[in-house]
């Protein structure tokens, strides 16, 4: 390519100099030139798509023109028949109001002479439900009484079968104080079934001096050993056994063992048991079954006598 030759600046084919359009691929070689011809067929492009969207959002508001005007359509030939339809109401109230007026106007004489009856018995009523409120206020506090008292009672029907079931210290101490503190003579009777059960029943047996343990037979087990095993027994049986034996131990140790088992224990039928060897032991004679528990009297008698008995170690 010699001095006075060109090449095309898009397909690099050998020009003139100073040629200002390719033969080859008829591109103008001014770079200004070929920016506007770009921007001029980028705008045509951009317009002709402009159009096309807006006929499309036309044809779509024509089609929901047309939609909005059908249902305009029905709306109102729905409401030219609604408005019928209440017409057609509108006379027919218009007709029995009418005949309402008719029939009020003949029946109204007879109509003010029902009214008179019915305020008349309207009063008497008034007067007997006013009794009757009263009657019927002194049977709701009659009957809430009542059930008060059944359910007093049944508590202390359930403290007593729990006692006697149980043999529950507590459980019997809560019942005697209930008892002390209520005008209701079910509490005294409850007490003095459960007592009374106590009396006539020995939940443990009798004590047998030859039975065989695990510290050997029984009359061959030292008395220490016994109390020893009633402070840590958990079974009320075993307690309850165990006071029987001390009832042959003459010995105050004995005596004050049994004392303690009066004073503490947390079973009836041991304490009873209790009570009963402390008497065979000293020739104590106790208040009653349960020796005027919560108060046991054994402690302040054996105070007062303990030095005068001469049969016991």
Sequence with gaps: MSDKQQRCKYCKEVLHEGARVCYQCGRDQRKWINTLQYLATTTAFAMVLIV??????????????????????????????????????????????????????????????????????????????????????ALRTRTVTELEVLKSRNKLTMLADRVITSGDRK???????????????????????????????????KADINAKTELGLIKDVSTE??????NVAKNWEFRGRCVKILALRKEKKSAEALLDVIIHDENLAV????????????????????DNLPNPRAPQWWKTNKDILADLK
């Design 225 to 230: 050993s016994i109390i020893a095993s009633i």
């Design 52 to 137: 096309i969207i807006q006929l499309l959002i036309s044809g779509k508001q024509i089609r929901l023109s047309e939609d909005q005007n059908r249902l305009s359509e029905e709306q109102y030939k729905e409401s030219k028949l609604k408005r019928i339809e209440a017409e057609d109401v509108l006379r027919k109230a218009e007709l029995n109001s009418r005949l309402a007026f008719t029939i009020s106007s003949t029946n109204f004489h007879k109509a003010r002479l029902a009214t008179q009856v019915t305020n008349r018995l309207v009063s008497e009523s008034n007067l007997k439900i006013s009794r009757a409120g009263v009657d019927i206020e």
């Design 271 to 290: 304490m009873k048991a209790a009570i009963d060897s402390f008497s065979a032991l000293t020739g104590y004679e106790a208040f009653d079954v349960f």
């Design 171 to 205: 459980t019997f101490l809560e019942l005697y104080h209930y008892a002390n503190n209520s005008s209701d003579m079910a509490g005294t009777a409850e007490v003095l079934r459960v007592k009374g059960f106590y009396l006539e029943t020995d939940r443990i047996g």
